[in-house]
């Protein structure tokens, strides 16, 4: 009998981490033995939130920023996916940004094979002028806290995205644009590689992000490659996203 694969969540008591957890304990024992959740304070994971009742899943306290509390939970994994967000200024700098350098340099050390980031639609500062972006990288969402600093959140999480990228880690970045709670396969799922928004993609439910992610977590043309997600509401979507909404995609430069 094959032994599955072990899995990683940080992030996992967030909207879409948990929703990986859930994707990740509907797959077969031969496809995935361990789903191991990292958060920093286990007591306050509310209840519910997670499976119950399944043995796979453990929870493990860990922080992004600090390597020595990522070293077992990352052993012998085979991916690592980060959905974690800070929530003021200061933990944004750390988790947004910082974190994923000293994530890739454990999961690098531990043989992880591939890292999947879940970032933002219009990081690139080239969308500096889009409304969206300048209402997201605004003093607001850090709570004016960082009114008078140079960069907010988008910046910030853009930064991160290149820290995993020059790390030497296998990577995927997934982009997704305005999530919502909903049901799996509540619409179509649109990907591409605009490094801007997608024509025609409106806001996605957490849990088909979530499958996405899973997915292209396995596929090989998502290897070190960055890519924007959204949902065609006008279609109906599944709940297996295909693998051929990969098809075209390219490594980044």
């Known amino acids: 009998m094959s032994v599955g694969k072990i899995f990683v969540v940080l992030g996992a008591k967030g909207g879409t981490g948990s929703e990986i957890v859930k994707r990740l304990v509907e797959k077969s ?14 007591a306050t994971i509310p209840e519910g ?54 994530l890739a340099q454990v999961a690098k050390k531990q043989g992880v094979r591939r890292v999947v980031m879940i970032s933002s639609m219009l990081v690139d500062p080239v969308n500096r002028f889009h409304f969206i972006r300048i209402i997201l990288n605004s003093p607001i969402l850090s709570g004016f806290y960082g009114l008078f600093h140079f960069k907010g959140l988008m910046d910030l999480k853009f930064d991160g995205e290149n820290l995993l990228r ?34 025609g993609g409106k806001k996605s439910t957490r849990a088909d992000v979530a499958a996405f992610c899973v997915m292209a977590a396995e596929h090989e043309k998502a290897a070190n490659a960055t890519v924007e997600i959204a949902s065609d509401l006008t279609s109906k979507g599944s709940t297996t996203v295909p693998k051929r909404v990969l098809n075209g995609i390219t490594p980044d430069n």
């Open 29 to 42: 024992e031969s496809e995935v033995s361990q789903v191991r959740c990292i958060v920093r304070d286990p």
């Open 49 to 102: 939130l997670l499976p119950s009742g399944d043995d796979r899943v453990s929870i493990f306290k860990g922080d992004a920023t600090k390597a020595d509390s990522l070293v077992v939970p990352f052993s012998k994994a085979d991916t690592v996916f980060f959905a974690a967000q800070g929530k003021n200024y200061d933990s944004m700098c750390m988790v947004d940004r910082d974190s994923l350098g000293v």
């Open 166 to 199: 020059q790390s030497g880690q296998e990577y995927t970045i997934v982009r997704p644009g305005a999530l919502c709670d909903g049901p799996l396969g509540a619409a179509k799922v649109l990907v591409a590689q605009t490094n801007s928004v997608i024509t």
